[in-house]
């Protein structure tokens, strides 16, 4: 791209965003703490200095030197990212380095500290497939250059994160990498089989993964399921519910004190919703909106294949695992256990999900006022 053209500052609009994002996820999960303080004083203490030390401090720095980088370095590393990230999945399949918790191996243990290295998965496919999908860009049409390697990409992660179990993963990871390929150029019949197929799978796996099934009947139980498996649900409910219009105040939730499951992790929302009611849980749904809204945006403006299909992916992958969180939380989906990015309890997926950010950051740099590249370029 012309140097004369290339913005010298991160895209304001979405700095601020994501920075009040950052900050107002810090002081709700800040307020759900105390709930597990109640239970476990010892636990809180470890819990805060670990959201802290392995995600916030070092997150901000990444994401921060992230945004510094030429951008061409994420095109030059993608595959070698990709290829790490890949093998740091399968070794938590040796006994002894990964850690099998609740039925799933899913953490690899180093330690001092243990990490998902789905959360790196997630940024890696992306980098990977928006860096095939721009070396061949004239040759999306084919099959051999579009629909196969993202077929075989997507069936590579999808096997992996479906081992582990990791079916919350395995879903966004799905939309997030179906939103790159289509942004690239995928043709409309393709669209549609790619829509079918995605139906069939989760269908499968309702049918022959009994938690998911579970899941799923739990939502249409009609309260049948209150004091099992629909417990989290009904108690979600009603903090959302006691939280009213404005709210209870900062720090006053009832719920996440003994009666709401996982406050400071996937039920953190209910928890913001029950202290700043339904003007406050708007709120936060706008800021994640106009994070993607910004996002894809930005993604039109820029000249460069690569860093529009990246931030494409990226922010769809934030957005919505954010969407599934949520929703399951108000009762409009099943139950996911998927965590609230930027607010959800967890130090490396809060570490690398301001690694995303610091790379839209970086590619923001690149934007024009005009447009260049069309976000979309679907192809009938």
């Not at 810090?26 to 819990?47: E, P, Q």
């Not at 001092?112 to 860009?137: D, M, R």
């Not at 903090?239 to 003994?258: D, E, H, L």
């Not at 039920?267 to 029950?274: C, G, H, T, Y």
């Amino acid at each position: 791209m012309n140097q004369t053209h290339q913005k010298k500052k991160i895209d304001t609009y979405l700095l601020i965003n994501a920075l009040v994002l950052i900050a107002v996820g810090l002081l709700i999960f800040y307020s759900a703490s105390f709930g597990l303080f109640a239970r476990d004083s010892i636990k809180y203490g470890s819990l805060v200095f670990k959201q802290i030390s392995v995600g916030l401090i070092p997150g901000l720095i990444a994401m921060y030197g992230l945004s510094k980088v030429k951008t061409d370095l994420f095109r030059k590393y993608a595959f070698w990212a990709f290829v790490a990230s890949i093998i740091l999945n399968l070794i938590i399949f040796i006994p002894g380095l990964g850690l099998h918790i609740k039925g799933a191996t899913r953490w690899l243990d180093l330690g001092i500290f243990s990490f998902q290295p789905s959360e790196i998965l997630k940024i890696t496919s992306v980098l990977f497939l928006a860096n095939w999908l721009t070396i061949y860009k004239s040759k999306i049409r084919e099959f051999r250059y579009g629909l196969l390697p993202f077929s075989i990409i997507t069936t590579l992660v999808g096997g992996i994160l479906l081992l582990q179990p990791d079916t919350d993963t395995f879903v966004v990871l799905c939309v997030a990498l179906g939103s790159v390929y289509i942004a690239a150029g995928a043709k409309l019949r393709e669209i549609g089989a790619l829509m079918l197929t995605g139906i069939i799978i989760v269908a499968l796996l309702a049918t022959f993964r009994p938690y998911v099934r579970d899941r799923v009947t739990t939502l249409f139980s009609n309260g049948e399921k209150n004091q099992t498996s629909g417990y989290q649900i009904r108690q979600s409910l009603i903090a959302i519910g006691s939280g009213g219009v404005t709210g209870r105040g900062f720090g006053q939730s009832i719920q996440k004190f003994q009666h709401l499951p996982e406050p400071v992790n996937d039920s953190i929302f209910a928890v913001a919703s029950e202290e700043f009611g339904f003007i406050g849980s708007v709120c936060i749904v706008l800021l994640f909106a106009s994070f993607t809204l910004r996002s894809f945006k930005l993604a039109t403006q820029t000249s460069s294949q690569f860093g529009s299909l990246v931030l494409i992916g990226l922010s769809t992958y934030i957005i919505t695992q954010s969407f599934i969180n949520i929703s399951a939380m108000v009762g409009i989906m099943p139950l996911s256990g998927i965590t609230l990015v930027f607010i959800s309890q967890g130090g490396s997926a809060l570490l690398f999900s301001l690694v995303a950010v610091g790379i839209m950051f970086n590619i923001s740099k690149t934007a024009t006022k005009k447009e260049g590249i069309a976000g979309l370029q679907i192809k009938s």
